[in-house]
């Protein structure tokens, strides 16, 4: 065999490789789910590898707001979202008269907590103390309802989970109330007497729930947080594979070891 024709060969050869590996490219399929930082986004991240033995190409876009994602996928820019649980889905609905998001997999809880720099105990918070609530309707009243748990005020209806501050009828120690933005609460928790916070911004600002909170729900907590597709894509074999691989028990195990009750699966 000549010099000449065993480049030939060799080239041939790179070639062929190169279009196999095109082909794979090509063949892989994408789906792109909005997440906040912690834990949703890590957990995504853990079961990225898997995925893409299956030929499912995982990305991961990051939002710091509860508002973003689900309107990106709300107007069909991403395909799905893993942030957020069935009241604030429900409320979101509402606000923006849509049915395209739907709820596919529950995958974890995140015990909802009362954090305190001042105060150890609920009973130590004081008359006219002021408690910082997330201002999103569905946490707000979650907000409501753990703070009623505590027998810190009464509520007209104590299981309504869409509770506002109007339904409030005693509050003994006069509490006032500022509403602000979720994430914005760790940042203001030395400005005020008490913050109930969600797990996710609690554990990105380093407190620990279990540890730190003042008080916290219990696991009785109707909170599951959701993997949300389109209504257009949630049967598709993509959304599947993901499915099953938020709900595997490689996943529930790395839940576990990886923030230890701070956040607790729910599959």
Excluded: C, W
Aim: proline content about 7%; overall charge positive; charged content about 25%.
């Amino acid at each position: 065999m000549t010099a000449f024709l065993k480049k030939q060969i060799q080239r041939l050869a790179v070639l062929s490789a190169g279009s196999v590996l095109m082909a794979g490219a090509v063949a892989a399929e994408t789906l792109t789910i909005a997440a906040t930082p912690v834990p949703h986004a890590e957990i995504l991240e853990f079961i990225k590898p898997q995925l893409a033995k299956e030929g499912i190409e995982l990305k991961v876009k990051v939002f710091t707001d509860y508002v973003q994602p689900a309107v990106q996928v709300n107007e069909k820019h991403l395909d799905g979202n893993f942030f957020l649980h069935q009241p604030y889905l429900n409320e979101f609905k509402k606000s923006h008269k849509n049915d395209i998001e739907v709820p596919v997999a529950k995958v974890h809880v995140e015990p909802f907590a009362a954090y305190s720099v001042k105060y150890k105990k609920a009973a130590d918070i004081p008359a006219g103390a002021t408690i910082a609530i997330p201002n999103d309707p569905s946490n707000s009243g979650r907000a409501l309802l753990l703070l009623a748990k505590q027998g810190l005020l009464k509520l007209k209806d104590p299981t309504n989970i869409s509770a506002t501050r109007k339904d409030i009828i005693e509050n003994p120690k006069n509490l006032k109330f500022k509403e602000l933005e979720a994430a914005t609460l760790p940042r203001v928790l030395n400005q005020v007497d008490v913050a109930l916070i969600n797990t996710n911004y609690a554990i990105e600002a380093k407190l620990n729930p279990v540890k730190d909170s003042l008080f916290i729900e219990d696991a009785n907590s109707p909170y599951a947080n959701l993997l949300v597709a389109r209504d257009d894509n949630k049967n598709s074999p993509a959304f599947k594979k993901l499915i099953a691989a938020l709900n595997s028990p490689e996943v529930k195990r790395f839940i576990e070891e990886k923030y230890k009750g701070a956040v607790v699966p729910a599959f």
